[in-house]
C-alpha cells in the first residue's frame, strides 16, 4: 500500500478520484475523499487532546511513517509541534 512503501507521497484521503485511477489506489482507500486541510485540522485536534509530550511524540511518530505529506504539513503550520517532534528524532 502507498502509505508503507511511499509516505513521502501519501496525502491519505486527499487524492482525488483521477488521482487513485492513475495511481492503481482504487480499492485501497476509503471512497470518501477529504482535503488535506481538513486531514490537518484533524491531525490537529488529535495532538492537541494527548495530554502528554510523550502521548503527542507517539502520535506524531505515527503520523510521519504512513503520511509523510500531513507529518510535514503540520509541522510547517503549527510550528510549536516542532519541539515535541524534535524530541522523537523523527
Do not use: W
Amino acid at each position: 500500500m502507498l502509505s508503507r512503501a511511499l509516505p513521502h507521497r501519501n496525502k491519505g484521503l486527499a487524492f482525488t478520484h483521477n488521482e487513485r485511477d492513475r495511481f492503481g489506489l482504487r480499492g485501497l482507500l476509503p471512497a470518501q475523499t477529504r482535503p488535506l486541510e481538513f486531514q490537518l485540522s484533524r491531525a490537529l485536534e488529535t495532538v492537541r487532546k494527548e495530554t502528554s509530550d510523550t502521548r503527542k511524540n507517539l502520535y506524531l511518530q505515527e503520523l510521519h511513517s504512513r503520511n509523510e505529506t500531513l507529518y510535514h504539513r503540520l509541522l510547517v503550520r503549527h510550528t510549536c509541534l516542532l519541539e515535541i517532534a524534535d524530541a522523537a528524532g523523527v
